[in-house]
């Protein structure tokens, strides 16, 4: 195959991403799916970057969170408060990327899958930062498109703090603002305060 056909092969493998449902809402009345979450994830962070505490590279940011949820084509999008299913939601979502970009050259192949681990793993400045922005889009998605007192999970205040506590290491700044979402969306009947 040669290689005009093999990305082809990969822009139309990649097109079932929009199939695949997150819990999160949109605005107009439908689940997300993981390549709208991929978007925003990647234009947030072009915004927020100037709130990040390191230098960063902010192609390698973009291009991290476009390919984060590669893995869900065939693994399905892990939900992140099930905590037995994201025991082993890295291997099942590592195989299914190795099948979606199975099709490319080994050189894309490997830059594809270096920077989903790198972002899985967290392994640098860029990843954490990535990172970050997943964990705060999910919070501003929530409190901005969800209906008042609509908690359909009875999640609690602390379980979601529980999960993001991360940011407060990485991002101080971007954890005073996921504090204040995580309140407003107690405020708003989003979350129990237990």
């Known amino acids: 195959m040669n290689e005009i056909r093999k990305v082809y092969a990969f822009a ?13 809402d949109t605005l107009d009345g439908r689940y997300e799916n993981s390549a709208e979450h991929s978007w925003q994830a990647a234009l947030v962070a072009m915004q927020f970057e100037q709130f990040y505490p390191e230098q960063v590279d902010i192609n ?3 291009k991290m ?11 399905g999008d892990t939900w992140v408060f099930d905590d037995q299913a994201k ?3 890295f ?22 899958i270096d920077l989903w681990t790198n972002f899985e793993r967290g392994d640098n400045h860029e990843a954490k930062y990535a990172r970050v922005i997943d964990a705060l889009i999910a919070l501003i998605n929530l409190y901005e498109v ?8 009875n999640l609690t205040k602390s379980q979601v703090t529980n999960k993001k506590i991360f940011i407060k ?14 309140e407003k969306c107690v405020e708003k009947g989003l979350l129990r305060d237990e």
């Not at 099942?92 to 894309?108: C, T």
């Not at 290491?169 to 995580?182: F, S, T, V």
Request: charged share 40%.
């Open 169 to 182: 290491d990485d991002a101080p700044a971007m954890w005073e603002l996921a504090e204040e979402i995580i």
């Open 65 to 75: 969170l476009l390919v984060h949820d590669l893995g869900e084509i065939y693994a």
């Open 146 to 153: 969800s209906k008042e007192d609509y908690n359909p999970y």
């Open 91 to 112: 291997d099942r979502e590592l195989e299914s990327l190795k099948k979606v970009v199975s099709m490319l050259d080994e050189d894309n192949q490997k830059r594809i």
């Open 87 to 89: 025991s082993d939601s």
């Open 12 to 24: 139309r493998e990649i097109e079932q991403l929009k199939t695949i449902q997150r819990k999160s």
């Open 60 to 62: 390698q940011v973009i």
